[in-house]
């Protein structure tokens, strides 16, 4: 037990434990997305799938309390990390240029940041109905709660449909570095699937970000409702 | 050719450092960087000025001495090369070329664009070495080595510990520098005995110094005269996780 503690207390352990919580994170979003296609199904697909996750109080507050516990992790490590790293520089160049470095991993605090900002509000306007109440306390013709009606009554919004997509590209620009860059901390690498590994990282980023955009845009379009 | 040069000034630690301008007049296009500072260096010593201090040894790429951050890039433009390799050519006439010391807070300033880099020479102390008992020469080849063990064994060892990695680093990590100094052993059987031992002490010896951690940018490999791979950095990251988590 010392010893794992002194390895996630570590640089290395630190970064390791960002890596595995940005994975797991990123494996939710791909559950996340498969639940949310559903709404292409039509309100009683998703309406049921919402129903039977509700309806299993145990496995939805243990699967709530580990992505919280997750992304508490994910965020303080990199947070920690990220001050460390600037007090290493100590006097800050006044004229720096890149050779290498990507925009995208340059920016992971802000995009980091940015998708926080996002989640607080997502949370706030899908899970807890704060910020359209409205739209939350909805039921269907079963008497179950119109999670279909919530979402399509929410992104009629433009502003806030148009936010979502915006914000599923900060995602997706978060994770193009954030994929490729847990394997190397783990130190899976090799020169000839690493390549690989990089277009698959900016791929998957881009499949979510379409994936998760495709609900507000088609709302947007009048292809759905 | 003709360049203006803002140049961070700085008399010791202690003290309030800033940008000088100073103007390189009449600099041969084959002149190294090192030259063209002496140039304005005997400009200034004529004027009774302080010159410029900043490090050199070798001048033919070796040594790891000539550290400056030119344009915001260590060791300047172009790729492979430490600043005493750079030529004036590689720059444009009537230029402005910005000279900054290695920033790193474990690169302690001395003067100007000299740094104190023995956090380097402490990290090697650490365990960047093997402990045997020297005798007589061994025969070559008496313990045999894999041709592609061998190859990236050199690569590794080819740095010269100059410091552009951290200098480069946005987290002002030394990754690549301890990454190698592991691997140049960590890849050979006489590196064996002591491999894990070696680089726990020697990440642990790293992150003591105040350097700061790799959010794989892999600006260091970019900014290397040595063109030393990040792989090596993968390499130490799976010895360490090893060692912490296996031994």
């Known amino acids: 037990m010392n010893n794992l503690l002194a390895f996630f207390s570590s640089s290395i352990g630190r970064k390791v434990l960002i890596a595995i919580t940005g994975l797991l994170l990123v494996l939710f979003l791909i559950a996340h997305l498969i639940g949310n296609l559903l709404f292409f199904l039509g309100p009683d697909s998703l309406n049921s799938y919402a129903a039977a996750l509700k309806g299993n109080p145990a496995l939805l507050w243990s699967a709530r309390i580990g992505l919280l516990t997750v992304f508490v992790l994910h965020l303080?490590?990199?947070?920690?990390?990220?001050?460390?790293?600037?007090?290493?520089?100590?006097?800050?160049?006044?004229?720096?240029?890149?050779?290498?470095?990507?925009?995208?991993?340059?920016?992971?605090?802000?995009?980091?940041?940015?998708?926080?900002?996002?989640?607080?509000?997502?949370?706030?306007?899908?899970?807890?109905?704060?910020?359209?109440?409205?739209?939350?306390?909805?039921?269907?013709?079963?008497?179950?709660?119109?999670?279909?009606?919530?979402?399509?009554?929410?992104?009629?919004?433009?502003?806030?449909?148009?936010?979502?997509v915006a914000a599923m590209l900060v995602v997706a620009y978060h994770l193009s570095h954030g994929i490729q860059s847990s394997l190397q901390t783990f130190g899976l690498r090799n020169e000839n699937y690493t390549p690989c590994v990089k277009q698959f990282s900016v791929f998957l980023a881009l499949l979510l970000c379409l994936g998760f955009s495709s609900i507000p845009l088609a709302v947007q379009f009048g292809l759905v409702g | 050719?003709?360049?203006?040069?803002?140049?961070?000034?700085?008399?010791?630690?202690?003290?309030?450092?800033?940008?000088?301008?100073?103007?390189?007049?009449?600099?041969?296009?084959?002149?190294?960087?090192?030259?063209?500072?002496?140039?304005?260096?005997?400009?200034?010593?004529?004027?009774?000025?302080?010159?410029?201090?900043?490090?050199?040894?070798?001048?033919?790429?070796?040594?790891?001495?000539?550290?400056?951050?030119?344009?915001?890039?260590?060791?300047?433009?172009?790729?492979?090369?430490?600043?005493?390799?750079?030529?004036?050519?590689?720059?444009?006439?009537?230029?402005?070329?910005?000279?900054?010391?290695?920033?790193?807070?474990?690169?302690?300033?001395?003067?100007?664009?000299?740094?104190?880099?023995?956090?380097?020479?402490?990290?090697?102390?650490?365990?960047?070495?093997?402990?045997?008992?020297?005798?007589?020469?061994?025969?070559?080849?008496?313990?045999?080595?894999?041709?592609?063990?061998?190859?990236?064994?050199?690569?590794?060892?080819?740095?010269?510990?100059?410091?552009?990695?951290?200098?480069?680093?946005?987290?002002?990590a030394a990754m690549l520098f301890t990454a190698a100094k592991v691997a140049q052993l960590a890849r050979l059987p006489q590196g064996q005995p002591e491999r894990y031992r070696r680089v726990v002490h020697m990440v642990e010896t790293m992150d003591n110094e105040g350097f700061g951690s790799c959010t794989n940018q892999y600006e260091c490999e970019a900014v290397c005269p040595k063109e030393i791979s990040v792989r090596y950095i993968a390499e130490m990251n799976r010895d360490y996780i090893k060692a912490k988590l296996c031994k």
């Not at chain 1, 790293?85 to 605090?109: D, I, L």
């Not at chain 2, 003709?2 to 600099?27: C, E």
């Not at chain 2, 740094?115 to 313990?143: C, Y």
């Open chain 1, 76 to 164: 303080m490590n990199a947070l920690a990390l990220a001050m460390q790293n600037r007090a290493a520089r100590g006097v800050q160049y006044q004229n720096k240029g890149y050779m290498a470095a990507t925009a995208a991993s340059r920016t992971m605090v802000i995009t980091g940041l940015v998708v926080l900002l996002y989640v607080a509000y997502h949370l706030s306007h899908f899970t807890l109905g704060l910020t359209n109440p409205d739209h939350f306390s909805m039921h269907d013709a079963q008497g179950r709660h119109d999670v279909y009606g919530m979402i399509l009554h929410g992104f009629q919004i433009p502003v806030v449909a148009w936010g979502y």
């Open chain 2, 1 to 172: 050719m003709n360049f203006t040069l803002h140049v961070w000034r700085q008399k010791n630690v202690d003290s309030p450092g800033q940008m000088v301008i100073y103007p390189a007049r009449d600099i041969s296009p084959d002149s190294s960087f090192i030259e063209m500072i002496d140039v304005v260096n005997s400009g200034l010593a004529e004027k009774g000025e302080d010159p410029i201090a900043y490090e050199a040894d070798c001048l033919e790429g070796i040594c790891g001495c000539c550290s400056m951050t030119i344009n915001g890039i260590p060791h300047g433009p172009g790729r492979g090369a430490t600043t005493c390799q750079l030529h004036m050519r590689s720059f444009q006439d009537g230029e402005h070329i910005y000279i900054e010391p290695f920033r790193s807070a474990a690169f302690p300033l001395v003067k100007d664009l000299m740094v104190d880099r023995s956090s380097f020479d402490r990290i090697i102390q650490a365990g960047g070495f093997i402990s045997v008992n020297t005798g007589g020469a061994q025969d070559a080849n008496s313990i045999p080595i894999p041709k592609d063990d061998a190859d990236l064994a050199f690569d590794a060892a080819q740095c010269i510990g100059c410091g552009a990695c951290v200098a480069g680093c946005k987290n002002g």
